[in-house]
């Protein structure tokens, strides 16, 4: 990415749930210009900070329809096998698990992995425990997505509240139909992204690896088994789900 992509990266539009920060950031700094000006500069400094965070810049896909792109933007923690979350109960044998960590510098917009439609939606009240720790694929609170491929095959994409992350929001329904890397919700502040892929993905990353969601490739299909491409509805609109953390 050259330097002219990397600040338009850094200021591109807010994702719509950071208007409420941005704003209140703003207020706050106009109040401070009123009754004390340090005031002012705090307002003016986490409303900077939350245009940064919520920035939510356009990605171009991989020109293939065999592979798995990452569902957020982050460093990859761990890679091993994985049951999906019981929540979900379509799978009780283990799968790869692909672990993205998001800290708070990194987009946290989320992204479908591939094409498909949304199966079931499961939210999963717990813990904030750093989203770095093995444990917190457990432990910590979570938004889960089970998504059925246009070949039969289904995958689970699952989002994680952080240490610090305290809200999921999840834009998507159930039994909507999601392109490649469309965006589905984000997380506020510090997360975690899990993606189960099915048997016979391959996965193309290592630990340490710094994703890009949207257009990193994950994984891939064998050829024999690649989906076909799926096009959004266009009647599909953002609604509240019931998965939102309260």
Request: charged share 20%; with cysteine.
């Amino acid at each position: 990415m050259d330097i002219v992509e990397s600040i338009k990266s850094v200021l591109s539009p807010p994702h719509r749930a950071g208007y409420p920060f941005i704003g209140g950031g703003i207020a706050v700094a106009v109040l401070g210009l009123l009754i004390w000006h340090p005031l002012a500069w705090l307002g003016l400094a986490f409303a900077v900070f939350c245009l940064y965070f919520f920035r939510d810049p356009d990605r171009i896909l991989p020109p293939r329809a065999n592979v798995f792109v990452a569902p957020a933007d982050g460093l990859v923690v761990s890679i091993e096998q994985a049951v999906p979350p019981p929540e979900l109960g379509f799978e009780t044998a283990p799968l790869t698990r692909v672990a993205i960590f998001l800290s708070v510098l990194d987009v946290h917009v989320n992204r479908a992995p591939i094409a498909g439609v949304v199966e079931k939606i499961a939210y999963h009240p717990g813990l904030f425990l750093n989203a770095a720790e093995d444990k917190a694929s457990d432990d910590n609170e979570r938004n889960s997505l089970l998504m059925r491929l246009e070949n039969g095959a289904r995958i689970a994409v699952v989002q994680i509240a952080g240490l610090i992350a305290r809200r999921i929001l999840c834009e998507v329904r159930e039994g909507q139909t999601l392109a490649s890397g469309e965006r589905f919700g984000i997380i506020r502040f510090g997360s975690r992204t899990d993606l189960y892929l099915p048997p016979g993905a391959t996965p193309l990353v290592a630990v340490g690896q710094r994703m890009i969601g949207g257009e990193t490739v994950i994984a891939e299909l064998p050829a024999s088994t690649a989906p076909a491409p799926v096009e959004p509805d266009e009647d599909d609109t953002p609604v509240d789900p019931p998965s939102d953390a309260p």
